[in-house]
């Protein structure tokens, strides 16, 4: 997965592939956490029988949270480092 670490301001640009053309999206906000989960594909046949993807949990600046599922068409742009923790 990128470089990313709890603390940092990120942004975080994705594109979709269509018929119609492309779709994008961009979301701007802190890194709550970094990591793979499991989905709820029982097919996958994957670890414990889940498709497990890479997601980032973020606060963006209105305090909302979201979770972006990163793929091969993200693009991650760190605006700031994450805190120095000491």
Do not use: C, N, Y
């Not at 046949?45 to 498709?51: E, N, R, S, T």
Request: charged residues 30%; glycine residues 10%; aromatic residues 4%.
């Amino acid at each position: 997965m990128h470089d990313v670490r709890p603390g940092q301001r990120i942004r975080v640009r994705q594109m979709i592939a269509r018929r119609e053309g492309a779709w994008s999206s961009e979301v701007i906000g802190e890194v709550l956490s970094v990591g793979d989960e499991p989905t709820g594909s029982w097919f996958a046949h994957g670890k414990d029988d889940k498709l497990w993807l890479h997601r980032l949990r973020l606060r963006k600046p209105d305090g909302d949270i979201t979770t972006v599922t990163v793929d091969q068409h993200t693009h991650i742009e760190v605006l700031e480092p994450a805190p120095d923790p000491g």
